[in-house]
């Protein structure tokens, strides 16, 4: 599958086509769900969704926005980010760029989430996992 | 994490630091190729928050390592992206991908992309030799390898703050022991030392989990946990209400925890039995926390609280407790010192006799940094170590070095040829610059993890009495140092390539052939060659020196007989003075030496305080007074009275140990009766006590007033080491004056296997008494083998790195020589086509290779004679100058060099002179 489309062929993408997801992808696209937010909201919403399990590195953040940028699930937000209350380092005020899920983001989202939802239920039936093993 | 930050540090320093991290990122950042430099600014505004984010909840330390992993990152992203934009052009030229990425990174050709290339040239130009890429990787590896091993423990033991708050103010009260009435002196009236914490340690029995076990108990003050930060993992530690005589609370260290109470959560609450007295366990150390050694001398098992109202701490003059303290805030360490000897003096006038010493000046304590009295010696012998792994380091360096410098000739034309097509001599040089980095990159990861496995090997053979080992561990300091090493050794022998190459001649090099060595880098690796020499000629002698000692130490005459003789340690409770305890040891110590002796294959057992070897060391345990002849009067017995270690002993005691009776008679079981009672000298104090001879049948005072009778005279036997003087020793019968001693020590004589012996030792102890219980039971010589144990490590590590280095040292002269050789093989063939016979051509080339190993030798030997007196406190009965240790080291080294010498002479020598010269 070719990683990269341009955003007219994204427009005409079906949502299906772009499964599995990378479950780092997931979990951005879950992070945004919630509203706009800069890299460093993001990483912090991140780490919150998957229990501090997951740390996105800002270098790789930035690597895979962009792709999803280039993808169409993700777009660069005209609105104020939901967490703008973070001291930067030195007191100046950063230079922050939001980013906001797409609808054809949102649609992938959905359809990677009944994807895995179908998935648990096959494991749950054939005993596979029971949720107090975790 | 442990603490490894000073707690100091202002605001401003804080900034600078933070920028610090910060800025490196940054600049990382703009130095990548491609997509991701177009983002540097907002990847590195996310940075600075997580940055900000990390110094809040872990410091100076989280940023760095937040810093390291970001970099790590930036790496990984790098490479990510690519793979990535390699796959996205391949599709692109197939006509598969609609539209391909930008490509703005093609055009752009940045120093990471010109860097790149050079080093995918170096990689090339190595893959063509792998051997001297191999022969330097090795070489690189060996010497970070073992610097780096030695460094974390140096790192770990000696320049780490130690893990308690404040670290840097605390301070160790010196000088062997102190008073309860001292200590209480100190927390009233000494202002410079705002926190008094003090420990005393003891032996005690656990009975009631499984076998009877002496486990370390611990006395604490009030202030103790406090001052060193200890934390509870379970229930709480001790409170001000423990403190109160006759408490009973206890409690346990995470590690007896875990081993005899299986970690069970529910021990809190519970009683357990020490010394027959139950004691209320109230909760259990935190994990990490680590004894000051310098108070407990070992681990420490239990902690109960100290009851300053028991007589033991009462008196002014006996002295059992260890005490630090934490200086106030602002006060030095000399200004403590001032105040306390002032106190000192003080308490002098206030308490003479306890508080004076015997010319009547105060006993004065000395003051000292607590890491300093941790780490004590051991400092010394880990900055021994460290010199050694670096003379070694130094040799692998040169040995790279001319290795490299004979690349660079070999590859002279190639170079010549960049040159001459264009290349700068900057570019050529940083060329063969990045070509040793990459080498020494290479060898600094292979050379961690030889440090990692040395440093495990050390862990595990190191003696005991190095404090701080379990701290140890290659972390993420270690491996900063590993690299930043590995680098300057890179910088260090590319430096001399890379500037040959920058001088080199072009049209000279050009011709076809060239003609031969130019003098200067002659003389260049000649200089190579001395320094290795010299450098394993010190490492050499030094090791020398520590072997010869260590063989003069084995060859110590002991004066008893150690072999077969087994030692069994047992513990009977505290001190106690009333009679029905006394009369109980007795019982329980006659019916066991009765039943011991009438085991099968034992030929005889006795009990002694303290058997040789019990205590090896400057300090003496256990019993020390004064013995003067009873014809002295009592007011001149303290002027000509002599000091001497007591110890009661059962009847066959000397004949068990093979103890020789000089004059008179051993003990005999009548003596436990006899009035006066009776006492057995050995040689030393028999000759002080009465110089003129006839100490047998002569009365002593021992003490003040116990008046005994001398019946015999023992040789004098080592007991304290082997590095020890015997001492004088006086012998009292045990059922005497054993009674009231909470220890005794069991030798056996016997034929029987360890095993075997042990086994019915056990049983016959524990069927008398099953609370009792016993300390490993080792054989004599066992402990005599284990007490130079120390000694023995390090000549044989040092033994090791003397290997080492010689081998490197005579690969570097075998190197050079074969090179030279190499280099002038049409001398060579002209020579003998002109007459000259095969011997003369191996005798010009040995000659000539020896002629650098003297020079070597001869600084070498000079190093060693300043370096030696480094190694004099760890001599024992051999001069830092010990001519035999040079004469054997140097010896060898000749021997080696001359090996490595002859071998490419040899090849000189079989030159065919006319193939060489139709050659031409």
Redesign the interface.
């Known amino acids: 599958m070719?990683?990269?489309?341009?955003e007219e062929?994204a427009a005409a993408a079906e949502p299906e086509s772009f499964l599995p997801l990378n479950p780092r992808d997931v979990l951005i696209l879950m992070a945004l769900a919630g509203g706009p937010l800069?890299?460093?909201g993001l990483?912090k919403e991140a780490e919150s969704l998957s229990d501090g399990r997951v740390r996105i590195?800002?270098?790789?953040?930035?690597?895979v926005l962009?792709k999803l940028v280039?993808d169409g699930l993700v777009a660069e937000a005209e609105t104020a980010s939901r967490v703008s209350d973070?001291?930067?380092?030195?007191g100046s005020a950063?230079?922050?760029?939001d980013y906001q899920i797409t609808e054809l983001g949102s649609a992938v989202l959905a359809a990677e989430t009944e994807r895995l939802a179908r998935l648990a239920e096959v494991a749950r039936a054939r005993d596979l996992y029971s949720p107090s093993d975790l | 994490m442990r603490a490894a930050l000073s707690s100091g540090g202002g605001a401003a320093a804080m900034r600078r630091r933070e920028a610090a991290t910060t800025r490196v990122y940054r600049l990382t950042l703009r130095a990548l190729p491609g997509e991701l430099a177009a983002g540097a600014e907002e990847i590195a505004t996310s940075y600075d928050e997580l940055a900000a984010e990390a110094r809040r909840s872990a410091g100076r330390q989280g940023e760095w390592s937040l810093l390291s992993r970001s970099l790590v990152g930036l790496l990984v992203c790098v490479t990510k992206e690519r793979f990535e934009r390699r796959r996205t052009e391949r599709e692109t030229a197939r006509g598969l991908a609609v539209g391909a990425g930008d490509r703005h990174h093609r055009s752009k050709r940045g120093p990471v992309d010109m860097l790149l290339e050079d080093v995918r040239h170096s990689l090339r130009s190595l893959r063509r030799q792998p051997r001297f890429a191999l022969g330097v990787v090795l070489l690189v590896a060996l010497g970070v390898g073992a610097v780096t091993a030695v460094f974390s423990a140096v790192d770990g033991v000696l320049l780490r703050a130690l893990p308690y708050p404040q670290a840097d103010r605390l301070v160790f009260f010196g000088s062997p022991a102190h008073s309860g009435p001292k200590l209480e002196d100190w927390s009233t009236r000494l202002t410079a030392v705002d926190r008094l914490g003090a420990a005393w340690v003891e032996t005690v029995a656990l009975t009631g989990v499984g076998a009877p076990q002496r486990v370390r108990e611990g006395s604490v003050s009030e202030g103790f946990f406090d001052l060193f930060g200890a934390r509870p993992a379970l229930g709480r530690l001790l409170v001000e209400g423990d403190f109160a005589p006759g408490s009973r609370v206890v409690v346990l260290a995470h590690s007896l925890w875990q081993s005899q109470f299986g970690a069970e959560r529910d021990i809190v609450g519970r009683a357990i039995t020490v010394d027959g007295v139950p004691l209320d366990v109230v909760g259990v150390l935190e994990r990490g926390f680590l004894e000051p050694e310098a108070l407990t001398g070992d681990r420490v098992d239990l902690w109960v609280a100290l009851d300053r109202s028991q007589p033991v701490l009462t008196e002014r003059n006996v002295h059992v407790l260890q005490v630090a303290g934490r200086l106030a805030e602002g006060t030095s360490l000399e200004a403590a010192q001032e105040e306390l000897d002032a106190l000192s003096s003080m308490l002098a006038e206030e308490f003479p006799g306890p508080e004076t010493d015997r010319e009547g000046n105060p006993r004065e304590v000395p003051l000292q940094s607590l890491h300093e009295a941790t780490v004590d010696q051991a400092g010394s012998a880990l900055t021994l170590l460290l010199g050694a792994v670096g003379a070694m380091l130094l040799i692998s360096c040169a040995n790279v070095a001319s290795l490299a410098l004979a690349r660079v000739s070999d590859r002279g034309r190639e170079l010549s040829l960049r040159s001459a097509l264009g290349a700068s001599r900057a570019r050529v040089g940083s060329l063969l610059l990045i070509e040793s980095l990459l080498l020494a990159i290479a060898g600094g990861i292979l050379g961690l993890g030889f440090a990692w496995i040395a440093l495990d090997l050390f862990r595990r053979f190191a003696p005991a009495g190095i404090p701080r080992l379990d701290e140890v561990a290659v972390d993420f300091r270690v491996i900063v140092f590993a690299f930043a090493l590995s680098l300057l050794t890179g910088l260090l022998f590319g430096v001399a390539p890379a500037l040959r190459s920058a001088r080199a001649d072009v049209a000279l090099a050009l011709r076809e052939q060239s003609t031969g060595p130019t003098r200067s880098r002659q003389r260049l690796r000649g200089a190579l060659v001395v320094v290795q020499v010299a450098l394993a000629l010190a490492l050499s002698v030094g090791s020398a020196l520590l072997f010869h000692s260590f063989l003069r130490l084995r060859a110590v005459e002991l004066g008893f007989e150690p072999e077969r003789v087994v030692r069994l340690h047992l513990q009977h409770g505290q001190f106690g003075d009333d009679q029905e305890r006394i009369d109980r040891r007795l019982q329980l110590a006659d019916a066991l030496l009765e039943e011991v002796a009438a085991l099968p294959g034992v030929e005889g057992a006795a009990f002694g305080w303290s058997l040789p070897f019990d205590h090896v060391g400057g300090s003496r345990c256990c019993w020390r007074t004064r013995f003067v002849d009873s014809a002295v009067p009592v007011e001149e017995a303290e002027s000509r009275g002599e000091d001497s270690m007591v110890n009661p002993v059962t009847p066959d005691f000397f004949r068990v140990l093979g103890v020789p009776v000089l004059e008179g008679r051993a003990l005999v079981a009548a003596d436990r009766d006899s009035e006066p009672p009776a006492v057995v000298l050995n040689r030393e104090l028999a000759d002080r006590l009465f110089p003129q001879g006839a100490a047998v049948g002569s009365l002593v005072r021992m003490g003040r007033e116990q008046s005994l009778q001398v019946v015999g005279v023992v040789a004098d036997f080592k007991a304290w080491g082997l590095d020890q003087e015997s001492g004088a020793a006086a012998f009292l019968p045990y059922e005497r004056f054993g009674g009231r001693l909470p220890t005794l020590s069991l030798a056996v004589r016997s034929s029987l296997p360890l095993a075997q012996l042990a086994e019915s030792l056990r049983r016959t102890v524990w069927q008398l008494d099953p609370d009792l219980p016993i300390d490993s039971i080792v054989e004599l010589e066992q402990r005599i083998s284990s007490s130079i144990a120390t000694p023995r490590f390090y000549s044989a590590l040092l033994l090791v790195f003397a290997a080492m280095a010689m081998a490197l040292a005579a690969a570097g002269i075998y190197g050079s020589l074969l090179f030279a050789v190499g280099q002038r093989v049409r001398e060579m063939g002209v020579r003998m086509a002109l007459g000259a016979a095969r011997g003369n051509v191996v005798r010009l080339i040995v000659g000539q290779g020896l002629m650098l190993v003297a020079i070597g030798l001869g600084l070498g030997l000079l190093a060693s004679l300043a370096g030696g007196r480094v190694l004099e406190a760890r001599l024992f009965e051999v001069a830092p100058n010990d001519p035999l240790a040079m004469a054997v080291a140097s010896g060898v080294l000749i021997a080696v060099s001359l090996l490595a010498c002859w071998v490419p002479a040899r090849r000189a020598a079989a030159t065919n002179p006319v193939e060489t010269l139709r050659a031409d």
């Open positions: 070719p990683e990269s489309r341009t062929a800069h890299g460093y990483i590195d800002p270098a790789n953040l930035y690597r962009k280039r973070v001291a930067s380092g030195d950063p230079k922050r760029r």
